[in-house]
């Protein structure tokens, strides 16, 4: 009887639902009784459960990332200050939230490069978001000024190093790479602490807190949001992208 209970309960539709409110004490107390005996002799049940919550999250969570995805859309792919490389005609847009003093971000920089150059198709844009503490903000500020002073070449001859570079980031560091690389060194130094390149940092954490980012990389596909580097790699992400948009048209 225990038992035939816990599966009426645990089966039972909303609408069918069992009264717990109509039992007295007594019920109450062997009703429990046997949803807890039915658990313990059947804990896939609970599995189950949790797996069919975790989807249902899951599933939340795309729902409302496509939305802000959409009400930010300009922001998030037409910013105007942003790097923007790869096929700058694609049919796809990449988006990376990036902090070059980050351990993920350096193993998955190979990736993006093998898949943007495999595909051929792929626009990809760069928004600074360093989170990782001062080295962090250095390098972007370096790169970001590098950017505004010498353009996007320079922007993207940074963020390779960056990503191959060992050792530390300090002032005197960046002074001699931006040198190495024929850059105007004083002028970049200078321009890392200006309003326009704090600018372009604040707007990019604002829009990484608006979005629920709080780690790098994570990505923008579509409108999808993926906080991390798939474990499948970006390729089948892409192509799911490719195939929702052919669906869609």
Not at 72 to 97: A, H, K, M, Q, R
Not at 210 to 237: H, K, N, Q, V
Request: charged share 25%; aromatic share 6%.
């Amino acid at each position: 009887m225990k038992k035939l209970l816990a599966a009426l309960l645990l089966s039972a539709s909303p609408a069918a639902a069992l009264d717990l409110a109509a039992m007295n004490d007594g019920e109450k107390a062997a009703f429990g009784e046997a949803v807890r005996e039915y658990l313990m002799e059947n804990p896939e049940v609970l599995i189950d459960a949790m797996g069919a919550l975790e989807e249902r999250r899951m599933a939340e969570e795309a729902t409302n990332d496509a939305a802000l995805i959409a009400q930010y859309s300009d922001e998030i792919f037409n910013d105007g200050y942003s790097w923007v490389g790869g096929n700058p005609d694609g049919d796809v847009t990449l988006v990376e939230f990036i902090d070059f003093r980050c351990g993920v971000c350096r193993q998955a920089f190979p990736h993006v490069e093998e898949t943007l150059a495999s595909d051929g198709n792929i626009r990809l844009i760069l928004k600074d978001f360093p989170i990782l503490g001062p080295e962090s903000e250095l390098a972007s500020r370096f790169a970001i000024a590098a950017k505004q002073i010498e353009g996007d070449d320079a922007y993207k001859q940074v963020h390779d190093n960056f990503y191959t570079m060992r050792g530390n980031v300090t002032p005197d560091w960046l002074r001699s790479t931006a040198e190495e690389m024929g850059f105007d060194a004083d002028a970049i130094m200078e321009a890392m602490n200006s309003d326009e390149v704090s600018e372009v940092i604040r707007k990019n954490a604002e829009l990484a807190q608006t979005l629920g980012i709080g780690g790098t990389p994570s990505f923008i596909l579509g409108d999808t949001l993926l906080r991390g580097m798939p474990r499948t790699g970006l390729p089948p992400a892409i192509r799911d992208v490719r195939e929702k948009a052919a669906a869609e048209g």
